[in-house]
């Protein structure tokens, strides 16, 4: 598939986004200044959010609620916005006309690591949520079957961090349900070699 040749203009990098997202169905998010595009999940992606969300979804106090492909929007930067695998938001949500969150609103965020991922694309991503402020993030690693719940931003960067592996339970801060199950999470298979 070829991109359209695009030359962003200071400023209109959201433009550009959007134009990319339309002509090519790929997940674009702003992180940075940077343009960042994600395939399109696979299964065991996808199933994890499944996975996550029927462990959330009916244990939520009545005023939230988990909403995939949300994007939330970087304050004070109009060209910033990631899209979280899954978000916990207020319900107000269903009925909002915009299509970009308030990180103040985002209760929890949910990254899940994709198989090609690189490591600096995983740090400049969970910066990007420390300096937008939401309270928690949650990121989840498939290829090794480990997670990392970020808690407490401040001054750009999350102060508190707890690690663990698939298997051992994740204790989410109040109001989110606890403990959630990792049990279930799928890992990525190995690759196989092409002949």
Do not use: C
């Not at 939330?72 to 109009?78: F, H």
């Not at 740090?123 to 690693?141: I, Q, S």
């Not at 997670?147 to 001054?155: E, F, K, M, Q, R």
Request: aromatic share 6%; no cysteine; proline share 11%.
């Amino acid at each position: 598939m070829d991109l359209p040749a695009l030359r962003p203009r200071p400023g209109h990098l959201r433009e550009t986004a959007e134009r990319i997202e339309a002509s090519t169905g790929l997940r674009v998010e702003i992180v940075g200044g940077s343009l960042v595009m994600s395939p399109t999940p696979r299964g065991k992606h996808a199933g994890t959010i499944r996975r996550l969300r029927i462990q959330l979804e009916p244990h939520l106090p009545e005023s939230l609620a988990p909403y995939e492909m949300s994007s939330v929007a970087l304050p004070g930067d109009p060209d910033d916005y990631v899209t979280p695998d899954l978000a916990v938001l207020p319900v107000e949500w269903d009925e909002d006309d915009s299509w970009l969150a308030d990180p103040a609103d985002v209760v929890l965020a949910v990254e899940v690591i994709s198989q090609s991922e690189k490591a600096k694309d995983v740090t400049d991503k969970n910066g990007w949520y420390a300096e937008a402020g939401v309270a928690v993030l949650l990121v989840l690693d498939p290829r090794v079957g480990r997670w990392s719940l970020h808690t407490h931003p401040a001054d750009g960067e999350y102060r508190g961090r707890l690690d663990g592996v698939y298997g051992e339970p994740i204790e989410l801060p109040a109001p989110l349900p606890s403990p959630i199950d990792t049990t279930v999470l799928p890992r990525y298979g190995q690759p196989t070699a092409r002949a």
